[in-house]
């Protein structure tokens, strides 16, 4: 690997600012890669595995100025028993689906449902990752933003490819998020929105 991926692939934000990023997913997504990806290796071991209920542990660190937290959807209720705290003070939330596991989609799906209905990504940014874009049998872009029905959220939002195996549009994503992205400014332990 080397090059930008021992460094991380997350910029560094200005002193003083503060992007929070929530990445959940089902089971084998690509979930704790990403977040591997995003950081350096020195600081991997920095990364905090939480239990936050029976069975259930969120991974987090912060870094570089992002607030980062990554958790499976393991169950329905998780979204509103136990995740929904930590979605609601995300200013980015990405959705992680293996795109070439077709059996998947029909729970992705019925897990957006519930975001949605819980209205845990109203005010935030919402990235769906389609990971495994490597592989033969996985499912398109477009065929994705239509089976999960994305058009339908008011909020900024985009299905992007992703292949973590080929290092292959992490970039894209972040430059994404930067773009459609509110960066929060701290002062004095008070967080201010940046215009």
Known sequence: ???????????????????????????????????????????????????????????SIIFKGWEIFAGDLLYPNYISKIYKPYLLGSDVIIFMIDSSDIHQMTEAKNQIDLLIQ?????????????????????????????????????NPWKCLPLSLIQEKGIEDLIKWILENTVVRKTYNNQLQTLQ
Do not use: W
Request: proline fraction near 2%; hydrophobic fraction near 40%.
């Open 1 to 59: 690997m080397g090059g930008i991926f021992s460094k991380g692939y997350l910029p560094e934000l200005p002193n003083g600012s503060l992007i929070k990023l929530g990445i959940i997913g089902l089971e084998n997504s690509g979930k704790t890669t990403l977040l591997n990806k995003f950081i350096d290796a020195s600081s991997k071991k920095s990364i905090a595995s939480v239990l936050i209920s029976t069975g259930v542990y969120i991974e």
């Open 118 to 154: 819980e209205q845990c990504i109203n005010s935030s940014v919402f990235l769906v990752m389609a990971n495994k874009q490597d592989q033969k049998r996985c499912v398109s872009i477009h065929q994705l933003e239509q089976y999960l029905e994305l058009y339908r959220l008011t």
